[in-house]
């Protein structure tokens, strides 16, 4: 069965820190796709990175970093530099190709609360 | 480009009464998505439209339908509400192809059930 895994539920963080935010996932297929999503307060869901599972490589998006490990099934988030505007709830989320849609299984989220 | 847009925000409902959620996708896609949020739940995928479709569907009671318009919009509907149907309601659109699996969410429809 699918599932998504973010074991870190809260993490609060002094700005400036780097943070990295953990998902693991579990999934049948071969071929899958892997999400970030970040819900400020005012709760809409931003897409921040799609991955598929053929594409291990590391991705850098300014501040934004993701390390992809088929091997561990984990799919990594780390910040670098946290500011204040980074504080949200962070989701990590799956979804596997052969299927009849697009179906996204979220992880619980970290709440990520970053302090100046 | 406008982003999804969800009506209502906010509503309020009671016990047993029925409610229609409205979604409007970003312009040019065509598969809405639906999700169900809640503390203790997390978040949950109630059901998929493409193209006045139905496509896939999660595991909730009969009691949620949906449907897609042929303009892309699409509406779900709660009937005899239960309390823990309180929750925050959450749209998402895709476009087709390959790029279907990048959702994008609307701000969602808060819905309490007293």
């Known amino acids: 069965a699918q599932k998504v895994t973010q074991a870190q539920t809260e993490i609060s963080v002094v700005e400036k820190e780097d943070v990295t935010l953990d998902c693991v996932y579990e999934t049948r297929d071969t071929t899958y796709y892997l999400f970030w999503y970040k819900q400020p307060p005012s709760g809409e869901l931003v897409f921040l990175i799609r991955?598929?599972?053929?594409?291990?490589q590391n991705e850098i998006s300014g501040r934004y970093s993701w390390n992809f490990q088929k091997s561990t099934s984990s799919f990594n988030f780390t910040i670098t530099a946290s500011q204040v505007v980074d504080s949200a709830v962070y989701f990590c989320?799956?979804?596997?190709?052969?299927?009849?849609?697009?179906?996204?299984?979220f992880g619980k989220g970290t709440t990520l609360s970053v302090s100046s | 480009k406008a982003g999804v847009t969800q009506t209502p925000r906010y509503l309020i409902k009671t016990r047993g009464q029925q409610v229609t959620l409205s979604c409007s996708p970003i312009s040019g896609h065509r598969s809405v998505s639906w999700y169900q949020q809640t503390p203790g739940q997390g978040l949950q995928f109630l059901f998929e439209?493409?193209?006045?479709?139905?496509?896939n569907k999660g595991n909730f009671p009969g009691r949620f339908s949906g449907r897609q318009f042929s303009n892309s919009r699409s509406e779900m509907n709660v009937s005899t509400l239960e309390l823990g149907d309180s929750a925050l309601y959450l749209c998402?659109?895709?476009?087709?192809?390959?790029?279907?699996?990048?959702?994008?969410f609307g701000p969602g429809t808060r819905l309490t059930v007293t």
């Open positions: 991955r598929n599972s053929f594409d291990e």
């Open positions: 998402a659109s895709s476009l087709a192809g390959e790029r279907r699996y990048e959702q994008y």
């Open positions: 439209y493409f193209s006045e479709t139905q496509r």
């Open positions: 989320a799956l979804s596997e190709y052969n299927q009849a849609g697009t179906a996204l299984i």
